[in-house]
């Protein structure tokens, strides 16, 4: 029998965010439909949600569709869509049994009629469990998410002198979640996308170049391992560092 692997020394992730990229350099590395690799990358999922729960990792949200996807070609698009939709039919139950809640991040208004139901349906069918919640951004933009609070703010007649990060921070899609810890980007790019651009302030980023259908649970606990190993200041020093360098 082979022994399980030591547990992960220090501390674990509260919230983990992922950018799941790479899967068409993944498909076109095979010789396969883009949409083949998002499929890959959906059963990947499965392994990363399991291995959230075996870790503790309380939250964890996935990037799957931002606003700016829907200048993708339309056979992705609708494809994007429809896996959603399979995700929903034939993981729900599943994940409800391993005790996951299921959110939504983003503007359910301009999905299919029959794709805005069963994903109100599933959050409403998940929504005593708290094991895991996993916070799905499909239709998701944070400038959208931004201007989406503002105009909230702005029509509920908050005066000026009561906007602060706070504030602001109960408006947005992730209300009531707290910032991601660590932001995961995979296949190697350096940049943001527009995904939890006013959360991010403060989180962790581990980026590597395996694309997102290879990213496994090895993967994943490296990410985590290095997270342990991080110094999170918040703008601030170290104090004990500061004391040893002061004394
Ligand atoms: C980015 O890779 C990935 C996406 C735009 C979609 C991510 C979606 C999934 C993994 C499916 C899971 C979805 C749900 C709803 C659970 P890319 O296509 O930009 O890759 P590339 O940069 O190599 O072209």
New binding site residues.
């Given amino acids: 029998m082979s022994a399980s692997p030591a547990p992960i020394s220090g501390n674990i992730p509260a919230h983990v965010a992922i950018i799941?990229?790479?899967?068409?350099?993944w498909a076109l590395k095979r010789g396969l439909p883009?949409l083949a690799?998002?499929k890959a990358?959906?059963e990947n999922?499965r392994q990363i949600i399991k291995a959230c729960v075996e870790f503790g990792v309380k939250y964890l949200t996935?990037y799957?569709?931002s606003t700016e996807?829907w200048g993708r070609p339309q056979e992705e698009v609708l494809g994007?869509m429809r896996?959603?939709e399979d995700?929903i039919d034939r993981e729900l139950a599943e994940l409800d049994s391993q005790g996951v809640q299921l959110r939504h991040l983003g503007q359910l208004n301009r999905l299919p009629a029959f794709l805005q139901e069963k994903v109100l349906h599933a959050i409403e069918a998940t929504r005593h469990n708290s094991r895991l919640i996993i916070n799905?951004a499909?239709n998701y933009g944070g400038r959208d998410e931004i201007v989406h609070a503002i105009q909230q703010i702005i029509r509920e007649g908050i005066p000026a002198s009561e906007v602060t990060p706070e504030l602001v921070s109960q408006y947005l899609y992730t209300a009531g979640t707290p910032d991601p810890d660590l932001i995961i980007r995979t296949?190697g790019e350096l940049r943001i996308s527009n995904f939890l651009i006013w959360q991010t302030a403060y989180s962790e980023w581990y980026v590597t170049p395996t694309y997102?259908p290879d990213f496994d649970k090895t993967e994943f606990r490296k990410a985590l391992e290095e997270f342990a190993q991080r110094d999170r200041r918040y703008g601030k020093v170290n104090s004990t560092e500061y004391e040893e360098n002061h004394a």
């Fill in positions: 799941m990229d790479g899967n068409g350099r883009r690799g998002h990358g959906t999922l996935i799957a569709f996807n994007l896996i959603l995700v799905i499909f296949s997102w």
